[in-house]
């Protein structure tokens, strides 16, 4: 039992690599993951699980961490420059939406809202997808939708059109194929999986660098519309991406093994070709179903029990309905103020170039022994650095100083994209992590969506540009503040407890604990198979 728990850790921990380097806040999901890192289920079997009776099920591949790995590594990492770093190009074309659809900062600002949220939210059903026809079909079904989307919406005729296609539709093939994505680098790396989630989520930031660009060059060039019509045709490059990713054949279990008394041996197909044995109750009500279903995906217990998951998604959740908005207005605001527009684009690229360097560091800074049990405090600084950073952005309009407001903004986004699924994994049981990751970006994906149309509302009664950076220094901040102190509260009160010798009933409930190094026997066996929620 302890030896499978440690296991668990291990490939949680290794699958969730790709989160510490994606952004999370959805316009390039997620750093994060957003990473951030929600959200498809990614199904996994320890290797060596104990099954029945301390049987070993051993499944293993010839093909894994070599070969067409590498390949499969490649289409992924293109996968997620297409899909993750595709919306961070919207800004660029803000302004000439605006004006030829005669609708107001907050109508236009509901087109990239829509679509950074489905890329959020439409992790549940990317996740049914993977179980039911694999990842390979999921990917090439995601570009295909991306490609149509942005095709269609180069004959929208209104914002409403726009939203639909362009909004929905892209942006929920962009979630299947990313997310797909990541799940197949599951089954093919084992012993290099940390290492290639970290070359995958490069894919994010050169994303982030060169959609901007490219953007700005076609529209001098063409216009939105037939600009729009060929980033349609640059989709359906998903399509090729997911085509190279095969199943991959893994020896069968043995055959031999029995169920338990009372249950029924179900088989279930993955993605990647596998087929594992799911124990089922021959006796099971609708009701009983629906409620597995919801703590599967969505865990409401866990959020009304532990106070530490409750104040950190409360807190993500406000934050980033100012997070997102330098995205969203940043080029349009420079545009306003006399900066040309190759150069308000070019912002947006130095913002995804810093990326590429500072997310390593920033996840390699946050596993330093001395951050142990505090990862959530360096979240919070560096959550209150990014908000403070928008004022240096509203208080001066020159180049210049644009230039070193993304450096700046980009380093606190680095090191928010690094840390926060790490923080969820240490606030949630391991067991609870893929339902608390659901309900998790679920919840996100709700201020996502309302925050920069109610900063375009505020630019329509104000007049003014800069009052969004304001309201995103206000989000950011007042989160930073509510998490830091949330913690800090809990951390205080269970000093006090101990200080007493008043043992909790389940100690980790409420409780801000790292993951634990050293693991005491339990009477149950671990589960073999593991559900981790991914961005």
Known sequence: TERCFREAQRVLLGSTG??????????????????????????????????????????TSRVQDKGWAWVVLVATVLVQGLTLGFPSCIGVFFKDLQHDFQASNSETSWFPSIMTAVLHAGGPLCSILVERFGCRTTVMLGGLLSGVGMVASAFSQSIIQLYVTAGFITGLGSCFSFQAGVTVLGYYFVRRRALANALASTGVSIGFTLWPLLSQYLLNEMGWRNTFFVFGGVMLHCCACGAVMRPVPVEPPDPSLKSSPGHLAKDIHLSNGNTLSHEVPLRQSRCDACIQTLQKYLAFDVFCKNKGYRIFTIGVAWMVMGFVLPMVYLVPYAILNGVEEHKAALLISIMGFVNIFMRPMAGLLSGLKIFTGRRIYLFSVAAALNGLSNIICAVSTEFSVFIVYCVVYSISMSVLGALIFQVLMDVVEMDRFSSALGLFTILESITILIGPPLAGLLVDLTGHFSYVFY????????????????????????KLTETHKQTPENPSRGKYTEVPTELRPETNPSPAVIYVTSI
Request: proline share 5%; aromatic share 16%.
């Open 18 to 59: 790709c989160f510490a380097a994606v952004p999370f806040h959805g316009t390039v999901c997620y750093s994060f993951s957003f990473a951030f890192l929600e959200l498809g289920l990614l199904r996994k079997t320890l290797p060596g699980a104990m099954t029945q009776e301390g049987e070993a099920a051993p499944r």
């Open 471 to 494: 309201a995103s220094s206000f989000f950011m901040v007042t989160a930073a503040l509510f998490m830091g102190f949330g913690f800090c509260t809990i951390e205080t009160k269970n």
